[in-house]
């Protein structure tokens, strides 16, 4: 069980252009849902915390109107990278909380390349 | 501020035992992880200790001491798919999770 889905696995596209990640919770509903991002040999760094139907909660430093999320419901929520530029090529991970447990279950992340 | 300290690579060999140490210091305490991420992956739960002592699980044991703010993953009988980066995480107050940079775990035969 807890088996956290994304897709796409790898993009390229070009600069300028915007690109969305789905992130799906195949067997459970997920009341919170996260997004990361991790760039080679750093860890993981929390971009935004997402609760279904209400505005997602940004971490300092990352620009709400560029990495737009939608949780639209309780087993999808959506990244999407806006004009995308080279700096922002990336390993892009979401997560998954069920209910009260506090583990995070991730999704299988999404490399970005921005050409 | 809130930080978490864990040795940046380690080296052990195949068969045997191996400990990777955690500190850290957070913002409110809900519970400590380990994840285990190879290399081009999302990283898969391991284990969570919010309470004192040693939780064993398989090969994998995992230790909690609150009142030091430390952590250990202990591995035992490594086998070389054990080869990945270990990392730690502290869960704060507002139930975040506060990462680790990871620990590159090597295993040679």
């Known amino acids: 069980g807890a088996v956290v889905s994304q897709h796409p696995s790898r993009v390229i596209c070009k600069s300028g252009t915007s690109v969305k990640i789905e992130c799906r919770s195949l067997?459970?509903?997920?009341?919170?849902m996260f997004w990361y991002r991790q760039f080679p040999k750093k860890s993981l760094m929390l971009m935004a915390t997402?609760?279904?139907?209400?505005?997602?909660?940004?971490e300092q430093g990352v620009e709400k109107d560029k990495f737009l999320i939608n949780h639209a419901s309780l087993t999808l929520s959506t990244l999407t990278v806006t004009s995308a530029h080279p700096e922002d090529s990336s390993f892009y991970i979401c997560?998954?909380?069920?209910?009260?447990?506090?583990?995070?279950?991730f999704g299988p992340g999404t490399r970005l390349l921005v050409l | 501020g809130q930080n978490i300290d864990q040795p940046t690579e380690m080296t052990a060999t195949e068969g045997a035992i191996v400990q990777i140490n955690c500190t850290y210091q957070t913002s409110g305490f809900n519970g400590l992880f380990w994840y285990q991420q190879h290399a081009g992956e999302a990283p898969t739960f391991l284990s969570y200790?919010?309470l004192d002592g040693l939780e064993e699980k398989g090969r994998f044991s995992s230790f909690l001491s609150r009142s030091k703010g430390y952590s250990y993953l202990l591995l035992k009988e490594l086998q070389m798919k054990d080869s990945a980066s270990y990392l730690c995480?502290?869960?704060?107050?507002?139930?975040?999770?506060?990462w680790g940079a990871g620990t590159k775990l090597i295993i040679k035969p």
């Open positions: 067997d459970f509903q997920a009341t919170t």
């Open positions: 995480a502290s869960m704060d107050s507002n139930y975040q999770l506060i």
């Open positions: 200790n919010v």
């Open positions: 997560s998954a909380a069920i209910g009260d447990f506090p583990s995070q279950y």
């Open positions: 997402s609760n279904e139907g209400s505005k997602a909660t940004y």
